[in-house]
């Protein structure tokens, strides 16, 4: 007999049929999506090519850029259209720092998701861009398909791209393809050496990630890394694309002649990948002597919040473990402020003998820093020159250029598209050539000193076999 307790807790048949029967429409709906979902998919891979050929001949070839938020991605569909594309940046989410995407499904995105149809809907949007673009440019964490791996791009995905005869570009932003034996190889400073929750960040797993990226390159036109990325992808085009809108940055070079503390501005996605302890130990011992420094740091924060924060200050601190300079940098010297930052290898960097970096390891941060506050007057010319480094080497155009060599060597496109694409090439070698270099800028810390002995070919040989 079912006692009292018994029956308040047991769901009667009329109510376990009730609730098959609310869920009946909602399961057949993902049936349905998920059937019209594959038929659609299949018949954008015949269509594709065709339709990919005959834009190439009338040179209007089509790119897209997903789906990573990198904050980026826009302007790297910017550069493409400089080229002569018709570029699209394209996301499914977004992270605070920005959401000025040409694209962004995030609404329609969540409300597939509540329905049971994420993969129905990705397949969709896959189609239709199989149909619109004929180049294709991801980080290497994903794609437009969800993959069953952990930060990895779907290879049913790539099989689809590579039968539509699509261009395929794969590049790194540094966790989707970091690994920790790999990475602690590189020496005494290093990414994984203060990581405290492995592998909650990065990849992590080298021979997982050696594996992934061996069979990225059987599926891609080409892979395409930079700084310490390189590291993990030794095949890899070596193109630097962090490109700046400059049209964003007023200048705001720092004081001359200098008043009050020094102020130093930090702004680390996450402080143990920056080695801020390392800069705040510093800031600390140098303020026990009785330094005037005044120090702020911003985590979390919108992108613009961060650059209201560097036009205050008088030099900004990029990271000092990685070894390679980040995109803070870059914005930073946009602003004309002075870079602190660590960069393992002159070889990392675009024209390194131009780059007023200031180049320190945290061993080094302390005889860096004090240079900086002896030496206040020259933060002005250093900041300037800045300016013009990212004016001649990280505009959109100038990474437009180097995508556009980037085609030239491994698209095989038409010679209409590659005569637009040279064509551009010219105008920026040309304005590049009207901005002038800066004189007296030089400093005891630039990265041009920094040996370069080792060179790419040591980096990508830090990689465990």
Partial sequence: MLTTWSIARSPGRGTIARHKLQALPKKLLGLVATALSIVILKLAIC?????????????????????????????????DRELGFGSTSLVYVT????????LNLQRPYVLALKFGLGLAFQRVVLAWALVRYDVFHFFADRGLLDSKERLQINFEELAALRRAGKR?????????VR???ATL?????????????????????????QHYVSELTKSV???????????????????????????????????TPPSGPLRIAHAPNHTHFKGSKYLERTI??????????????????????????????????????GGAYGYTALEAMALGKPVLSFVRSADLVEAPEECPIINATPDELEQALLWVIRNRDSLRTIGEQGRRYVERWHSISAIAARLGQLYRETANFPPGVVDRIRDQQEQEEA???AIPLLRNWQHPFQIARQAASEGLSALAGTTPR
């Fill in 431 to 433: 304005r590049r050539n």
């Fill in 168 to 176: 395929v570009y794969v590049y790194a932003y540094g966790a989707d």
């Fill in 185 to 209: 190889a590189l020496g005494k400073w290093n990414f994984c050496g203060d990581c405290t929750e492995p592998p909650k960040y990065c990849t992590c797993h080298d021979a997982e990630a």
């Fill in 47 to 79: 269509v594709a090519p065709a339709l990919g050929a005959v834009r190439l001949r009338r040179t209007q070839p089509r790119s897209l850029w997903g789906v990573t938020p990198i904050l980026t991605l826009q302007l790297k569909a910017r550069a």
């Fill in 179 to 181: 690994t920790r034996l």
């Fill in 284 to 321: 600390d011992r140098l303020k026990a002597q009785g330094y005037d420094i005044e120090y702020c740091k911003v985590q979390g924060v919108p992108n613009s919040e961060v650059l209201a924060l560097f036009a205050q200050s008088d030099i900004v601190a990029d990271q000092f473990i």
């Fill in 221 to 255: 036109t080409a892979l395409v890394s930079l700084g310490d990325m390189l590291t993990y992808m030794p095949t890899a085009k070596h193109i630097n694309y962090w490109p700046l809108d400059l049209d964003r940055f007023s200048v705001v070079l720092p004081d």
């Fill in 95 to 102: 992270y605070v720092i920005t959401s000025r995407f040409d």
